[in-house]
């Protein structure tokens, strides 16, 4: 028998015979890339047979022409040259982590869903964050909303919870979906820009929708550049029902909490992020579940039934509006945490395929007519980008629980089931699976009346108070971030009356932010738009604003330190011990890649190049240096600038005093209780713990 599974191995089998294994870098061995043939796996082209040479194509005579029975090289190059699929019309660029979800409160009462009867219980999970309007090989930093979408392996199938992480759209009705996205993207003659909404297109098509008004606070505000997937909300955006064994039915709002807390960059960091780090996020991501620093968020559920969405300002079927938490509080009910990261990127985070429309028994879906437009595009579009109809057979996206189903055939199909029964009903004796009203999925029976039209129901009508209650919930910091966003990517519109028609909508949201922008953009104000329904005052909510929801501690984040040869080793080590202590890391950024050596004669490899580890790319920096290694810095254009975007970017700051040339080269007068002397190792842990508030943002006012 075990010859026969030789002879014959399973697809798993075969998978495993492919593998490349560890990379000989990482194990330390690099010695092994030098393997003999006796060593390593015989390579194979993919019917099997075993190749000689991989080095050289069949030519007739040593200068003549390749052979076209050269059936290794044509299946080789053939294969590449199939090797991309399309990449996703929306959300190209994403990274995913594998982890799982845990039930902390079961809520049976609420929901007849298997994963949350009982507190302990657990579910695999795979989740892709994304950004939306840039193509695959797109930047991380782009002014944009997140997708958070995560699927989870349930004992009743998979639940795909495809949100983002901002807690409302764009638009009101799928019907608008194109339209939205031909806007952001890419404008169609030109092919530019690239992944911003910073252009014409874009701020034309918003002028043109105030329900748009709403999100766009968010996505002017710093929730479209955040620090990390790590330190962000997901929302599930619509309203969806829980419906327990007895059939009853509540309301929901699915809210993703990061236990690190909320933390964004700046836009000009942002700017050069994309410049030094491209992959900043997917980097960040990856490098924190390999260190064993395992992302989690607490997942939460608005719960709220009829009368309350009767007597709620807005429609809770609009995506455009959110419920606030002070009017309806979040409850914890469960932990999702990511520890692994993918083997595969094509695999699992390209083929990972999310569907709205995968709900399990105990969830359903509200009228929300965006949910509902969502529920066709999202089977349809995978259709198109895996294939055909047979992706559910990928391993990343096939159910982790049992499978019965009459499906069948189709390109690439991997379940083929034996036997003859492939219909039902059958009389065969074991004719297959059969559907079981007792525990199958049954939709909600809710009532349903009314007139075939189309139309925007007038308790969608008003576009601005929730906008106007978003930016009165901020900080001033916060507020003057929004009001430099929207003139920035204003002052990219070439065409004025875009600009115009934008600020005629802000006097709605808020007479000081439309002057403010209108001063930026050196514009006079026109007059305010015409609402369809006046704006009313409601009152601030403090969950909207990222900074009154910020970390505790110093857990997650990232000191950067730049160092020099003659450098004080015993306050670079009390540095470190300080920052580990307080769960988070450090990077070592030095002249020259091959490190340093200590005044104390011992070695500190970099991590970074000066010019390759600038000051963006950490939370907070310090400064170890000689007086030599401080001038020699002070004449590097990456040396300043370490320290200038550092202050810049409103960051802490800590220096031992010999960075004083340093310091003054780098064009930054004066110092601030965001800035700190080391003149001891005793002063480390006083400064890691003034950079729990991650920012001093006392500087930027
Ligand atoms: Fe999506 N969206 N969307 N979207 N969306 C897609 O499906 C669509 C919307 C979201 O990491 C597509 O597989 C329509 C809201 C995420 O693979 C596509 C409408 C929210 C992802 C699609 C919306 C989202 C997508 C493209 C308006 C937050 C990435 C590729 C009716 C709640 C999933 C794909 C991943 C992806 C359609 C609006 C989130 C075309 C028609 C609202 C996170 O099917």
């Not at 000989?24 to 019917?47: F, V």
């Not at 601005?464 to 929207?486: C, M, P, W």
């Not at 439309?514 to 514009?523: F, T």
């Amino acid at each position: 028998m075990a010859e026969d599974r030789d002879l014959y191995p399973s697809t798993a089998d075969t998978q495993k015979t492919a593998e490349s294994g560890t990379c000989p870098y990482e194990t330390g061995n690099a010695g092994e890339l030098h393997q003999t043939p006796g060593d390593a796996p015989t390579l194979t082209t993919a019917q099997g047979v075993p190749v000689a040479d991989d080095q050289n194509t069949l030519r007739g005579g040593e200068r003549g022409p390749a052979l076209m029975e050269d059936f290794h090289f044509r299946e080789k190059i053939f294969h590449f040259d199939h090797e991309r699929i399309p990449e996703r019309v929306v959300h190209a660029r994403g990274y995913g982590a594998h982890g799982y979800f845990e039930c902390t409160e079961a809520i049976p009462e609420l929901t007849s869903a298997s994963l949350f009867q009982e507190a302990g219980s657990k579910v695999p999970a795979f989740v892709r964050f994304s950004t939306v309007a840039g193509n695959k090989g797109s930047f991380d930093l782009a002014r944009d909303v997140r997708g958070f979408a995560v699927k989870l392996y349930t004992e009743e199938g998979n639940w795909d919870l495809v949100g983002n992480n901002i807690p409302v759209f764009f638009i009101q009705d799928p019907i608008k979906f194109p339209d939205l996205i031909h806007s952001v993207k890419a404008e169609p003659d030109r092919g530019f820009p690239q992944a911003q909404s910073a252009h014409d297109n874009f701020w034309d098509f918003i002028s043109l929708m105030p329900e748009s008004m709403h999100m766009v606070m968010w996505t002017m505000s710093d929730r479209a550049i955040p620090r990390s997937f790590r330190f962000m909300e997901g929302f599930g955006v619509h309203t969806f029902r829980l419906v327990n064994a007895e059939g009853k039915s509540h309301f929901v709002k699915f809210h993703w909490k990061p236990k690190l807390g909320l933390q964004s960059v700046v836009w000009d960091e942002a700017v050069k992020i994309n410049g030094a780090d491209p992959d900043f996020h997917r980097r960040d991501l990856w490098d924190a579940i390999r260190n064993g620093d395992f992302p989690e968020w607490e997942l939460g559920v608005q719960i709220f039934d009829d009368a309350f969405a009767d007597k709620f300002d807005f429609d809770v079927l609009d995506a455009t509006k959110l419920i606030p938490e002070e009017d309806c509080p979040v409850r914890i009910i469960g932990r999702l945490v990511l520890d692994r990261t993918v083997d595969n990127f094509f695999a699992e985070t390209e083929q990972v395929a999310f569907c709205t429309q995968n709900i399990v028994p105990g969830i359903d879906f509200t009228n929300d007519p965006l949910l509902q437009g969502r529920n066709f595009s999202y089977l349809d579009t995978q259709t198109k980008r895996l294939g055909g109809p047979n992706f559910t057979h990928i391993p990343i996206n096939a159910p982790k629980c049992p499978m019965h189903h009459f499906q069948q055939d189709g390109h690439m199909a991997m379940h083929n089931p034996t036997g003859r029964a492939n219909y039902e009903p059958n009389s065969w004796s074991k004719g297959g699976p059969r559907a079981d009203p007792r525990r199958g999925f049954k939709s909600y029976p809710e009532e349903l009346e009314g007139t075939k039209r189309r139309l925007r129901p007038e308790s969608f009508a008003d576009h601005y108070s929730q906008a106007r209650q978003f930016y009165i919930s901020q900080t001033k910091v916060e507020q003057d971030h929004i009001a430099n966003g929207l003139t920035f990517e204003l002052s990219k519109c070439v065409v004025e009356d875009i600009r115009l028609r934008v600020l005629s909508h802000l006097q709605l949201i808020d007479g000081d932010l439309a002057q403010k922008v209108a001063d930026g953009l050196g514009h006079d104000l026109p007059e305010p738009a015409t609402p369809a329904r006046a704006p009313v005052d409601l009152k601030p909510s403090d969950k909207l604003s990222i900074l009154k929801n910020g970390p505790s501690s110093f857990k997650g984040r990232k000191l950067g330190i730049l160092v020099s040869d003659g450098m004080d080793r015993a306050v670079y080590d009390a540095l470190v011990e300080a920052v580990e202590a307080e769960g988070g890391m450090v990077e070592v950024v030095a002249p020259k890649v091959g490190g340093v050596t200590a005044s104390d004669g011992s070695k500190l490899a970099a991590n970074q190049k000066i010019d390759g580890g600038p000051s963006v790319l950490y939370d907070a920096v310090a400064v170890v240096v000689s007086t030599q290694g401080a001038a020699a810095l002070a004449g590097m254009l990456p040396g300043k600038q370490f320290l200038s975007d550092a202050f810049g970017h409103s960051k802490f700051i800590a220096m031992t005093p010999e960075a004083a040339t340093l310091l003054e080269a780098s064009g930054v007068n004066g110092t601030d209780e965001g800035m700190m002397t080391l003149r001891s190792p005793a002063d480390a842990p006083a400064f890691v713990k003034a950079c729990r508030a991650v920012r001093f943002w006392q500087r930027e006012a």
